[in-house]
């Protein structure tokens, strides 16, 4: 008689990436639940645009910055120190628990990537030594330049913020070119550009390359509670797995790998020497 194992709920709910990406794309430019706005969400998402859900956590901690090079941070009580622990409270939160699942289930500019990267076109891997830009550009850019200028830098250069400035202009809203802000918002729009053409061929650039949040949870794949489980004693190293990874990985070797963005694709070969689990 034939029989079949039960999937927990949570594995089924872990399997349902494209629905995961859909909702969250949604709920996450929800204008009717714009009174959410200050709670910081845990990925890339531009809070500057009229239809975001959640406060980026990069626009808080710059602005953090920012108001403590001009002093006006007075105590850890005042409204500014308190956005920014609470931007750095979810992304450690996020980090501890999940990793950089958030980043391959969440992230709405990582959804526009993966669905870019269906394109029919040949592909190339980037190598994995270009994720290690990702941590200094979060403390560059988003923390160390900002303090020191007085000025929100990463936000001028933001693809995801660049996708608000195209809103605006077509709202008939002027941008470009008629201010200094303008021609940081050309050349927000022209980075924009530059990386979707590079998502045609090649798995998600933004995310491999420049993305500091992606930088920051990839410090927490060796200890977050959901991970990836390699019975390494009896895996035949048949590569099937390090095949089907986006990233370029070998999950055989280091599941717990920084660029890794848990996709958890590797755990759809049917290896039953690779399982996605959870320690808490």
């Not at 980090?95 to 526009?112: E, M, N």
Request: aromatic content about 14%.
């Amino acid at each position: 008689m034939k029989t079949t194992t039960k999937i927990p709920t949570w594995r089924r709910f872990l399997t349902n990436r494209r629905t995961i990406q859909s909702t969250a794309l949604v709920l996450s430019n929800a204008y009717f639940l714009s009174f959410l706005r200050f709670i910081p969400c845990g990925y890339l998402q531009c809070s500057n645009c009229a239809l975001s859900t959640f406060s980026c956590p990069l626009i808080l901690i710059q602005r953090g910055a920012v108001m403590a090079s001009m002093g006006m941070i007075s105590g850890w009580d005042s409204k500014f120190a308190t956005s920014v622990l609470a931007a750095f409270a979810v992304l450690v939160l996020f980090g501890a628990v999940f990793g950089s699942w958030g980043c391959g289930w969440l992230c709405p500019f990582g959804f526009l990537q993966d669905l870019l990267a269906k394109v029919p076109v040949k592909k190339f891997k980037l190598p994995l030594w270009s994720g290690f830009l990702r941590l200094p550009i979060f403390i560059g850019l988003v923390i160390t330049v900002p303090y020191l200028t007085k000025h929100m830098f990463f936000c001028d250069i933001c693809p995801s913020g660049a996708i608000n400035n195209l809103w605006q202009q077509a709202l008939h809203i002027p941008l470009f070119f008629n201010t200094p802000q303008g021609i940081w918002a050309t050349v927000s729009v022209t980075f924009l550009v530059c990386l979707l053409l590079m998502a045609l061929f090649t798995h998600r650039p933004f995310c491999s390359l420049f993305c500091p949040i992606g930088g920051f949870y990839g410090l927490f794949n060796r200890i977050s509670g959901l991970f990836l489980k390699v019975d390494k004693e009896n895996c035949g190293s048949c590569g099937r797995c390090a095949k089907v990874c986006p990233q370029g990985i070998d999950p055989s070797l280091n599941p717990t790998h920084s660029q890794c963005n848990r996709c958890l694709e590797c755990t759809t070969t049917k290896c039953e020497f690779i399982n996605v689990d959870l320690r808490i």
